[in-house]
């Protein structure tokens, strides 16, 4: 049997884009994953698909697991020769009960690594504008846990050397005794009027801050019904969340968009100007269940004048057929490339094929347009190749036909439904945590309603609605909804700038 390992790893506060790349790899390689409540539940989506989840669900006090039932899993999932992955909220040295398991596991002859997080003692104050240090302000920051304040042993000397000593004071999960913290610092010199702030689920579209002097912050934190989640600060560093709060004031930010494909760079301006991406891929691409006629029309590729491609996924399926058939990009010689789209353009040209032309118009009738305009016979004689998807639309390929061209459509990928479990998407929706779902294709709306079941409709019913197309559109009004963004492209960069235009107008 082969030996075993944990890795205790830090996720950050919440940001999926804080994670390390140390976790990351450490994520994608490992057999079980241990995780608590606190975790992005995006993270979840680089792990194995094969891999066991555990969840120790660990919340203000409430645990799904206690320790030593957590330790047990650490122990007997390593000892049968897996690779466990301890997936800690922030970092797990820093209050994170990591140095506890860390020593379980080296008494137990365990092999483990630490992987450093990102701790929300920096990020979350970070996020609200918060430096903990400042040269006019704070030369030196203090990280408490608020959690013990009560049951700690009533030192004056403790309670000064806080009040007394540091410029800037951090209290985690302190959210419970806030009133204890304040009255203590108070009663061992830090003024009442002292700048303190409250940040709730800082780094996520949730994210919260509450300001106000060190006296009142108890009493504004009660009245807004603040819960945990938080991070306290305390010191002269909060007056600059007036000037420094970038993230609360991108023009995205609270926004959490669901994408339901794969997420691809095109997604990143959404991310830039605040927004969460929610990533829950409702197709899958796969090859076809029969290579038959995309064989023969490799084989045949010399007799053709034009290869059509409408997506990166056609192009890729069809070189790695071409490629196994003993073929390579020499076959290509003498033929000309229609791309629909820049980024298709772009797939194509990274394996070396140069494209002939991108049409303006994607529809059926602008292929159309754009071929007639290169010859005086307009279609007639003209032979395509058109490798796609299963069950594409027959629209552009009948045109041609009946226009007196010849075109061959082999299937060169299919996209199918994948088997995912979607608890943790339903749980987001109905408590409206995403404010907007984006569909590419008419396949990725009837999946969405598919994988979710009877609820599907009704959790999209208060969701701003984005869509790539006319085509999309249909399918989503059919189910009974409103589509309230659509690009005048049908491309997902022209879905994205929609969706910012939307935001700019509703902001």
């Not at 820049?342 to 303006?360: F, L």
């Not at 189910?479 to 935001?503: C, D, F, Q, S, Y």
Request: hydrophobic share 40%.
């Amino acid at each position: 049997m082969k030996e075993g390992k944990v890795y205790l790893v830090g996720a950050g506060p919440g940001d999926i884009g804080l994670l390390t790349l140390k976790g990351l790899r450490c994520l994608q390689k490992a057999d079980v994953i241990v995780y608590d409540f606190h975790i992005n539940p995006q993270v979840l989506n680089y792990v194995k698909h094969d891999a066991e989840f555990v969840y120790a669900g660990k919340r203000g006090g409430h645990h799904e697991m206690d320790q030593e039932e957590i330790n047990q899993v650490l122990v007997d999932r390593a000892r049968g020769g897996k690779l466990v992955c301890r997936l800690k909220g922030g970092d797990p040295f820093v209050f994170g009960r990591g140095g506890e398991e860390a020593e379980m596991l080296s008494q137990a002859g365990i092999a483990f690594d630490i992987v450093p997080g990102v701790s929300s003692v920096v990020a979350v104050p970070a996020y609200a504008g918060i430096p903990l240090t400042h040269r006019n302000y704070a030369s030196a920051f203090a990280v408490i846990t608020g959690s013990e304040a009560e049951t700690k042993s009533e030192s004056t000397t403790y309670w000064s050397g806080l009040a007394k000593a540091y410029d800037t004071l951090v209290f985690l999960m302190g959210v419970k005794n806030i009133e204890t913290i304040a009255r203590k610092l108070i009663e061992h010199g830090k003024p009442a009027d002292t700048p303190a702030a409250l940040i709730r689920w800082g780094t996520r579209p949730e994210q919260r801050t509450v300001v106000a002097p060190l006296g009142e912050i108890a009493e504004k934190v009660r009245d807004g019904r603040i819960r945990p989640p938080a991070v306290m600060v305390v010191g002269e560093v909060v007056n600059l969340r007036e000037t420094l709060k970038w993230y609360e004031e991108k023009p995205l930010f609270g926004h959490r968009v669901l994408i339901t494909r794969e997420y691809a760079p095109e997604y990143e301006p959404l991310e830039e100007l605040g927004a969460e991406i929610f990533e829950f891929p409702t197709i899958r691409i796969t090859p076809p269940e029969s290579f038959r006629d995309l064989d023969r029309a490799i084989a045949a590729i010399s007799t053709f004048q034009w290869l059509v491609i409408t997506s990166g996924n056609a192009f890729e399926y069809f070189m790695r057929r071409l490629l196994e058939k003993g073929g390579d990009i020499r076959d290509l010689k003498g033929l000309k490339v229609c791309a629909v789209g820049s980024r298709t353009a772009e797939t194509v040209e990274r394996y070396g094929v140069r494209v002939d032309m991108i049409p303006e118009e994607f529809s059926a009738e602008g292929l159309v347009e754009a071929f007639a305009a290169l010859r005086e016979e307009g279609l007639t004689g003209l032979k395509l190749l058109l490798p796609r998807a299963e069950n594409a639309r027959d629209l552009f390929p009948e045109r041609v036909r009946s226009l007196g061209g010849f075109i061959d459509t082999p299937t060169v990928y299919r996209a199918t439904r994948p088997e995912k479990h979607a608890k943790r998407l339903q749980r987001f929706m109905s408590e409206g945590r995403i404010s907007l779902a984006t569909f590419t294709s008419g396949a990725t709306f009837n999946n969405f309603l598919a994988m979710l079941g009877d609820e599907g409709r009704a959790l999209l019913k208060d969701v701003t609605l984005a869509v790539i197309g006319p085509v999309t559109k249909k399918a989503v009004e059919r189910a009974g909804l409103k589509v309230h963004i659509m690009p005048g492209t049908a491309t997902i960069p022209a879905m994205v700038e929609a969706i910012i235009a939307w935001a700019s107008r509703k902001g």
